[in-house]
C-alpha cells in the first residue's frame, strides 16, 4: 500500500512539474519564434529595398545642391521625410535635418514620376544650404532610407562663371 501511495504521489508530482515548465518554457518559445518572424520580414524588407544616387550637382555661388536618387529596389519606400540625409566636403560632413531650419541647412524633395517613391520612381532632393557652398573639395552625400538601406556620392560643385 505504501508504494502504491508514493507513486501516485511522484505521478502527481511529475505532472505538477510537467505543467510548470510547460508554463515556463512556451511563452518563450512563442516569443523568439515572434522575434524570428519579424527579423525575416525585415531583413527580405530590406533586400528587396534599394537605392542609387543618381547625380548630385551644385553650383559656384549658389545655396542649393540638388540630387536625384532613384528607388532600383523591388519595394515602395514610405516615409521619405524620416531619411537622412548627410552631407558636406568629404571628411567634414553632418545630418541635414528635413524641413526648414532657420539660420542652418535642411532639405526637402518632391517626386519627379510619381505620387509615391513607388520601384523606379526618382526623387530629386534640394539640400537648401542657406548660404554660398563653399566650391573646394570633394563633396559627400549620404541618403539613408527609414528602413537602413542608403547610398553615397562623391562630387564637386561646378565653378560657373
Keep these: 500500500m505504501d508504494k502504491a501511495i508514493i507513486t501516485a504521489l511522484m505521478i502527481i508530482a511529475g505532472v505538477v512539474v ?17 522575434a524570428m518572424v519579424s527579423m525575416e520580414r525585415r531583413i527580405d524588407e530590406r533586400m528587396k529595398s534599394q537605392i542609387e544616387i543618381i547625380h548630385a550637382t551644385g553650383n559656384d555661388g549658389d545655396s542649393d545642391v540638388s540630387v ?10 514610405a516615409a521619405i521625410d ?9 571628411g567634414d560632413f553632418a545630418r541635414i535635418p528635413y524641413g526648414q531650419c532657420i539660420d542652418c541647412p535642411y ?3 518632391e517626386l519627379e514620376n510619381g505620387t509615391e517613391w513607388d520601384p523606379s520612381a526618382t526623387l530629386k532632393i534640394r539640400i537648401r544650404y542657406g548660404g554660398t557652398y563653399p566650391s573646394s573639395g570633394r563633396s ?7 528602413n537602413g ?3 553615397q556620392f562623391y ?3 561646378e565653378d560657373v562663371p
Excluded at 510537467?18 to 515572434?34: E, H, I, K, M, Q
Excluded at 536625384?68 to 519606400?77: A, P
Design 149 to 151: 538601406i542608403s547610398d
Design 140 to 146: 559627400f552625400l549620404r541618403v539613408v532610407a527609414p
Design 107 to 109: 532639405w526637402d524633395y
Design 68 to 77: 536625384w536618387v532613384k528607388n532600383v529596389g523591388s519595394l515602395r519606400i
Design 18 to 34: 510537467t505543467v510548470s515548465l510547460f508554463n515556463v518554457v512556451y511563452p518563450a518559445v512563442a516569443r523568439s519564434g515572434d
Design 82 to 90: 524620416r531619411c537622412d540625409v548627410f552631407f558636406g566636403l568629404e
Design 155 to 157: 562630387f564637386t560643385v
